[in-house]
């Protein structure tokens, strides 16, 4: 069973970093793109950055400069490094997996920042 478990959320002030980790199992990763959205409340959920197979990354306008997505396929693992947080920047942060007609989520990880 496909499982992406997210990690390394919190509360943190603003200006400050977090690094998620989502950690995948049961899926030829290497071949999957990655990505990382995220919910606010009463918000839709929206894409935050997306790292392709090839290792190519692209970012919402918002976080471009303060986050950044990488990935270790022998650790079938993505990562969002997030900086200069904001309060803005609360919500729950979900890891997805595209593949072809295949695709996964991961339960979620609630990061806040207070102002």
């Known amino acids: 069973q496909v499982q992406l478990v997210e990690s390394g959320g919190g509360l943190v002030q603003a200006g400050g970093s977090l690094r998620l980790s989502c950690a995948a199992s049961?899926?030829?990763?290497?071949?999957?793109?990655m990505g990382w959205y995220r919910q606010a409340p009463g918000k839709q959920r929206e894409l935050v950055a997306v790292?392709?197979?090839?290792?190519?990354?692209s970012y919402a306008d918002s976080v471009k400069g303060r986050f950044t997505i990488s990935r270790d396929n022998a650790k079938k693992t993505v990562y969002l490094q997030m900086s200069s947080l904001k309060p803005e920047d609360t919500a729950v942060y979900y890891c997805n997996a595209r593949a072809s007609v295949s695709e996964y989520w991961g339960q979620g990880t609630q990061v806040t920042v207070s102002s």
């Open positions: 049961e899926i030829t990763f290497s071949i999957y793109a």
């Open positions: 790292i392709t197979s090839g290792g190519s990354a």
